[in-house]
């Protein structure tokens, strides 16, 4: 019904049938799904800028970062699967830790307004093109 009425807002559907209007509203979720790897190529773009290129300490600093973390997951998941006092001192470092719901349904709601923010881009780029 929101992709209904996101295109009922911003697309001239007078001369719609039925077919066309779900054909749109599935195209604009699917669309909206292929739109959510734009802020990948920003980032992207920005790395490729001259000021980024030319400061040879910041790129290796975030190539260092960008690296680490995975590497740390990845070596913190098999030691704790090849070692049972690494996993017990794991599961004592994090029990402590909890997220409450609240935290979890901002984050939710987040993501879900960063996919309604890709699908709307696309309703209006159909609109306007």
């Keep these: 019904m929101l992709m209904m009425f996101l295109l009922y ?8 049938d039925f077919s066309k209007s779900l054909a ?3 195209l604009a979720v699917f669309g909206g799904i292929g739109c959510m790897i734009v802020p990948f190529t920003d980032g992207y773009a920005f790395w490729n800028m001259k000021k980024i ?10 190539i260092g970062c960008i690296l680490a ?3 740390m997951l990845v070596l913190g998941i098999c030691l ?3 070692d049972a006092v690494f996993e017990a001192m794991v599961m004592r470092l994090f029990s402590g830790l909890h997220v409450p ?8 709601m987040l993501l879900f307004g960063y996919f309604l ?3 709307a881009c696309v309703i209006c780029s159909d609109a306007v093109g």
């Design 53 to 62: 290129k030319q400061n040879k300490t910041l790129k290796a600093v975030l």
């Design 24 to 26: 749109e509203m599935i």
């Design 9 to 16: 807002n911003f697309c001239d559907d007078s001369q719609w």
């Design 80 to 82: 704790s699967i090849a």
């Design 117 to 119: 923010r890709t699908v």
């Design 69 to 71: 973390v995975p590497g």
């Design 101 to 108: 719901a609240t935290v979890m349904r901002v984050i939710a």
